[in-house]
């Protein structure tokens, strides 16, 4: 049984029934080609065969290629800034929530440029005792046709903020197909395929400018508060790189060839630090990790699946 004081700070009724605003939001060929340098596109070669045409058309700046990760960016993309904010009955320190997974549908390639709209729900609640999980679904379609472009699952723990439970059964709830989101344990056997990737000192400074202002990734103090000795990338820009390097490396270069995305977060990365992704086929499904190369510590996991095994294979 919870206390009073923890079980006022969430109230799952008023959580799972909350009714978000639909808004929309204009993406241009300059956002994607700003996303894609934060995400590393063409930081080792300017000419990188594989990766210039994220940023940059020969025909001027009208079809530059999207990468499927810039679909992370779409559920921050409210007038609140923020995917949590005025939720009523939820009540947390946003200095202790942590992103812990991320699920992406792309439902067809991103034009280079376009104007979207944001369907959001809550699509899960758990009391886990110490925290509160919480999962917001955020459909994106084409403002001016209604087709569906993606869908994005984020899974968020608030720390301190669980016990809420109003009996001894810990209160869980989902709205999403059973086993629509499936992890993939990393295999034992030597990976099909590895890429070491470098990000910059000032990486997660070239990140925020996609829209993720969070000080923690750019404030030392900030840092200091949270445990830091100094700013750390934004999670999702470090699933950008992995994502990035199974394209180059399983895809020929070919961001299209992308179904689906998972990313568990394990560990933070220091702007500055060299990230090596390890790749696993199995059938349609590319299981991943990535580790930081100077500490051999591994801070992300997932899978990718694709819409066909590459015939290059």
């Not at 639909?22 to 300017?46: H, P, T, W």
């Not at 056997?189 to 470098?198: R, S, V």
Request: hydrophobic share 35%; aromatic share 10%; with cysteine.
């Amino acid at each position: 049984m919870a206390s009073s004081s923890s079980a006022a700070r969430i109230d799952p009724e008023l959580v799972i029934s909350h009714k978000f605003l639909e808004e929309s939001f204009s993406y241009s060929e300059r956002d994607a080609a700003i996303y894609a340098l934060g995400v590393g596109a063409c930081a080792g070669d300017a000419v990188d065969e594989k990766e210039l045409k994220y940023v940059y058309h020969r025909d001027g700046q009208r079809s530059i290629e999207v990468l499927p990760t810039f679909a992370a960016l779409f559920p921050f993309k409210n007038s609140k800034g923020f995917i949590l904010a005025d939720v009523p009955g939820l009540e947390f320190d946003p200095k202790l929530l942590l992103h812990g997974q991320q699920y992406i549908e792309i439902y067809k390639p991103f034009p280079s440029s376009c104007s979207v709209k944001n369907k959001v729900t809550v699509a899960g609640l758990h009391d886990k005792g110490k925290a509160a999980i919480i999962e917001i679904e955020t459909t994106s379609y084409i403002e001016e046709s209604g087709e569906a472009l993606c869908m994005n699952r984020n899974t968020l723990y608030l720390r301190g903020s669980g016990g809420f439970s109003k009996s001894s059964k810990p209160y869980s709830y989902a709205n999403y197909p059973a086993g629509q989101v499936s992890s993939s344990s990393v295999p034992k056997n030597e990976p099909f395929a590895i890429y070491e990737d470098h990000t910059h000192q000032s990486q997660a400074l070239l990140y925020r400018l996609s829209g993720d202002y969070n000080p923690l990734h750019s404030d030392p103090v900030v840092a200091r508060i949270a445990g830091f000795n100094r700013p750390i990338l934004h999670g999702l820009c470090t699933l950008g790189f992995a994502v990035r390097a199974i394209i180059r490396s399983i895809c020929n270069g070919d961001p299209t060839a992308v179904r689906s995305i998972f990313g568990r977060f394990l560990l933070h990365v220091f702007p500055g630090e060299s990230l090596i992704t390890e790749m696993w086929i199995e059938g349609p499904k590319v299981i991943y990790q990535t580790k930081v190369k100077e500490r051999n510590k591994a801070v992300l996991s997932g899978y990718v699946m694709l819409k066909h095994i590459p015939s290059s294979l």
